[in-house]
Nanobody
């Protein structure tokens, strides 16, 4: 398994921006499919965005046009740039890494994002 450590969460006003990094250990980052999920209080964990090892991205409808997922294979880091934040984006954001060939499906500990005035 790989270790994932999220950071960058915090309190931001509506309309503001945050950038969440997720540092991923090991030397197999480039072959991992990685993504961001979130879980709001009382709700199921849901997909925010994913990016494959080949760079293909997909976004939840709620994230399209506002969030951008990217990866830096040289730095073993996944990013989520969040713009135009809304109160309904308030949640714990989790980083996920998958490599089926290696039976890897790992999660970080999460970082809290609160959007409030």
């Amino acid at each position: 398994q790989v270790q994932l450590v999220e950071s960058g969460g915090g309190l931001v006003q509506p309309g503001g921006s945050l950038r969440l990094p997720c540092a991923i250990s090991g030397n197999i980052f480039s072959i991992l499919d990685v993504g961001w999920y979130r879980q709001a209080p009382g709700k199921q964990r849901e997909l925010v965005a994913r990016i494959s090892a080949g760079g293909t991205t997909n976004y939840a409808d709620s994230a399209k046009g506002r969030f951008t997922i990217s990866r830096d294979n040289a730095e073993n880091t996944l990013y989520l740039q969040m713009n135009s934040l809304k109160p309904e984006d308030t949640a714990v954001y989790y980083c996920n890494a998958v490599a089926e060939t290696y039976r890897i499906n790992s999660w970080g500990q999460g970082t809290q994002v609160t959007v409030s005035s």
